[in-house]
């Protein structure tokens, strides 16, 4: 199923068996068949990219979409911690979507790998603060994945990403940019644009941006190893979740 006209809404949410999808009241039918045909194929491109079932795009069935609904005024897409819905805007939202879902899978992880963590806590977060991890091999890959971006190789020292969002945030004067749970954002959007295949609905602007300029996307020998990082954990936790489908069917 390849041909845009053919894919809808209804078509996304049975694939990737998300637990609702929302559009906006003024979503034309047109923006509307346009967007679900751009969502597939960027969501089929991201299971492709991290090894993985469609279970794992939706986040088990727990994960929400809204595309054109209210949205906040210079904000292309965002994520909901309350309610577990990722929102796209609808003219603005392209290339956000690789971000906004790992903000989803992050927030999902918090209780998975951590233990007593705040319901609306982010993995990263709580890997940060030195939250009581649950012991499991692939909650010390995700944790090598926290490392790569945070941290120096030797673990000792701020990495050059957090160090320029930092100064970014300083420069600011808020707090935005060093959020471990935005640092890691950007650093899985790195990890996607860098992946096959190429789909500028899920990322653009990691090498080329004004951000990426600012040192707000990881570069040079970091960015290779948060990418290994990434494909390593990625890689187990498909296999796995496929021995599973397996298993279950």
């Not at 941006?209 to 990434?230: K, M």
């Not at 890689?235 to 796995?240: Q, T, V």
């Amino acid at each position: 199923m390849t041909a845009q006209a053919s894919v809808s809404f209804i078509t996304v949410r049975r694939r990737f068996d998300f637990r609702n999808i929302e559009v906006g009241r003024w979503v034309t039918p047109e923006e509307r068949d346009r967007a679900a045909g751009r969502f597939y194929r960027a969501l089929i491109n991201l299971m492709t990219i991290l090894q993985g079932p469609e279970a794992l795009v939706s986040l088990r069935g727990s994960l929400g979409l809204q595309y054109g609904i209210g949205g906040r005024l210079g904000v292309a897409a965002h994520y909901i911690p309350a309610t577990r819905q990722l929102a796209l805007a609808k003219n603005a939202g392209a290339g956000s979507l690789a971000h906004e879902w790992f903000h989803a899978f992050d927030h999902y992880m918090g209780n998975k790998a951590f233990r007593n963590l705040d319901r609306h806590g982010f993995a990263s977060s709580g890997w940060l603060n030195s939250a009581n991890q649950k012991e499991h091999p692939l909650n010390e890959r995700l944790s090598n994945c926290f490392q790569a971006i945070l941290l120096t190789e030797d673990g000792a020292s701020p990495s050059p990403l957090f160090l320029a969002s930092q100064k970014a945030d300083q420069r600011l004067k808020l707090l935005y940019y060093a959020k471990p749970e935005e640092l890691c954002a950007r650093a899985f959007e790195a990890f996607v644009e860098d992946s096959q295949p190429r789909n500028s609905f899920l990322v653009r602007g990691t090498v080329y941006s004004d951000e990426a300029q600012a040192g707000l996307y990881p570069a040079g020998v970091q960015r290779q190893r948060i990418n290994d990082t990434f494909q390593t954990y990625f890689e187990a936790l498909g296999a796995a979740l496929y021995r599973e489908q397996t298993k279950a069917g």
